[in-house]
């Protein structure tokens, strides 16, 4: 900006100067356009850069609602899982393809997190493997014949795999809500590390 301003001046003194044999009226009109044109440049480039910083922003604003709207969704996936695998007697054939192809969507969901949230990427992957492992527990429980030791001990893997995603799907939640209002996130394997006693002091309070 400075330099502009200096580059102002001296076209206008040397315009001053050419000027002043030919009328002072018309070298006063010249100079006046020429300062009037050089403003009119630089506002332009500042309105352009202006309209740059608001297309940014908004572009910001964009992908926050799409990570926003991931979240959610990953989170309705995981807890219709959790809901229809809450009862104890065995899955129909719809409820059981609903919770393949929920499993199948929320990892496209998780990769897609992955690319616009990578530091809640780890997360939304504990989230999508503890959604595989328990629809896979509940179709082996389901499997197996009402009564037998086997059911009883695949039962237990399906309860306790529940149980795992829905810790999981918690601790999503909390790290989400961090990270949407620009606060810290819980590293990956604390986490884990949390969680995995959790389950094992569960297992133990069971007396399993």
Sequence with gaps: MAGEIAQDVAVTLTLIG???????????????????????????????????????????????DRKIELFAQLLSETQNVLNSTQMYGNLNQETAESLVAASWQVLAITEEIGILAPELHEYAQSVAKATGNTVKAFRLRD??????????????????????????????????????????????????????????????????
């Design 18 to 64: 050419a000027a002043m044999g030919a009328g002072g009226a018309i070298a006063s009109q010249v100079i006046a356009g020429v300062i009037t044109d050089r403003r009119e440049q630089r506002r332009s480039r500042e309105e352009a850069e202006r309209w740059k910083l608001e297309a940014d922003a908004k572009r910001r604003d964009r992908q926050l």
């Design 143 to 208: 499997a197996l014949p009402l009564g037998t030791k086997k059911r009883r001990a695949a039962a237990h893997q399906a309860t306790r795999a529940h149980e795992g995603l829905h810790s999981w799907a918690d601790l999503f939640r909390q790290e989400a809500r961090s990270y949407v209002i620009h606060g810290p996130v819980t590293p990956h394997n604390d986490a884990d590390a949390a969680l995995t006693a959790s389950l094992e002091a569960w297992d133990k309070k069971l007396g399993l």
